[in-house]
């Protein structure tokens, strides 16, 4: 593997390994155990693991051995780590790093999940957490302080897309010794450039684009070999959050297509948001490559391209929105996202239902907003669909 590799042959062949038998796919070493010749080998491997050598399948193995080292290579880190799920990602990095008494500053623009661990887990064994909006760089200023842990926040936020300044607010968190960590799955590792603006941790959960086909959970986080070695990976082997096999194996072979997908689909989702910007049934339509965007010139400077990600804005509400996604024919309705299906959610009553009322509308998450996922289907036909359910609302 060279560090010359442009990202696609990265995505194709970056972390590759072959086995005795020269297979040209990548293979799937489904065992939990690992064969040491001596005592004595074992007892060294126990010490210190050599490069291309495994303990445990929960300590690691060489399929998802492979996936860390092709995600890191692409991203740009000296190193990766594979989890069970996007969530085990975040919560193993966020927990690794914190104890009683500790200070973080975050987003209050999460994904629902985050805010649970943030607001419930961190909050019972003492971890203080400071919630900022994300996009206001003053209220970053002023939350952060001496002995700041990390700061986290979405580099596009879920489900409405602000754009976050990962410079800015990298620069600010750095300042006073802060980690930064930016959940980055909206942007995708296609697109990112979070690394290069100042991020110290990138996390995906690699169920959405990366496998990009709607089969196995996963996550993986991005950083430099200290921190994935020597931080994360011991609190992960400990309890049991690890990537399994299989579903390195298949996230593997989404990446092959990963970067020609992901544009694919930027293309037809800046389409579909051009097509419907101007419709009177729409409150608003949220797209980065709008020039109505609040953070359209940053979105253009910070992001390769502005994603696969739309929110429609249903100016009769959750009523409307309702109608709207029953009478969808090729868009389905999930809450997944980054699939080569398109995908229309309604945060305010699942992804995000457990945030309060004064929650939802602080964040501009309002009772007729649905959430786009746009897939790999034809561009017309997409509008199509999407026009004639607003027909019916």
Not at 26 to 42: N, P, R, S
Not at 102 to 123: M, N, P
Not at 154 to 161: A, F, G, H, K
Not at 369 to 383: F, M, N, T, W
Request: with cysteine.
């Amino acid at each position: 593997m060279t560090k010359d590799w442009k990202t696609r042959t990265q995505l194709v062949h970056g972390g590759s390994r072959r086995s005795q038998y020269g297979e040209m796919a990548e293979a799937i070493f489904l065992t939990q155990g690992f064969v040491y010749d001596t005592a004595g080998q074992a007892e060294a491997r126990f010490i210190e693991t050599g490069e291309d050598e495994f303990i445990y399948a929960r300590y690691g193995n060489p399929t998802t051995r492979m996936f860390e080292e092709r995600i890191a290579a692409v991203e740009g880190t000296e190193d990766a780590f594979a989890t069970a799920s996007g969530m085990a990602a975040i919560h193993g990095v966020l927990t690794s790093i914190v104890r009683a008494g500790d200070h973080l500053v975050a987003a209050r623009a999460l994904f629902g999940s985050c805010i649970y661990i943030l607001e419930e887990v961190l909050g019972r064994f003492g971890v203080e957490v400071t919630f900022v909006d994300g996009t206001d760089l003053d209220q970053w200023r002023a939350a952060v302080r001496p002995g700041t842990k990390a700061v986290f926040f979405e580099s596009v936020s879920n489900p409405t897309l602000e754009v976050a300044d990962i410079g800015a607010i990298a620069a600010i968190a750095h300042a006073v010794g802060a980690l930064v960590i930016v959940d980055n799955v909206f942007t995708t590792p296609v697109f990112s450039t979070a690394v290069r603006q100042g991020a110290d941790v990138v996390i995906y959960s690699a169920t959405k684009h990366i496998d990009g086909q709607g089969r196995a959970l996963g996550g993986v986080v991005c950083a430099s070999q200290h921190f994935i070695r020597k931080v994360l990976e011991p609190f992960m082997k400990h309890t049991g959050g690890s990537m399994s096999p299989f579903n390195a194996w298949l996230m593997l072979n989404g990446m092959a297509t990963l970067d020609l997908r992901c544009r694919a689909m930027a293309d037809t989702a800046e389409k579909i948001a051009r097509a419907l910007e101007d419709d009177a049934r729409l409150v608003r339509v949220i797209h980065p490559a709008l020039e109505s965007h609040p953070q359209h010139q940053m979105a253009k400077a910070q992001m390769d391209r502005p994603g696969t990600m739309i929110a429609l804005d249903l100016a009769a509400g959750k009523e409307a929105a309702f109608r709207f996604l029953d009478a969808l024919k090729i868009i389905k309705i999930s809450n997944n996202l980054g699939d080569a299906r398109s995908i229309a959610t309604h945060p305010a009553t699942t992804t995000h239902q457990r945030l309060s009322d004064a929650q939802k509308a602080h964040l501009g998450i309002t009772p007729g907003l649905v959430r786009l996922s746009v897939g790999l289907e034809d561009a017309d036909d997409l509008i199509a669909d999407l026009k004639q359910a607003l027909d019916v609302i």
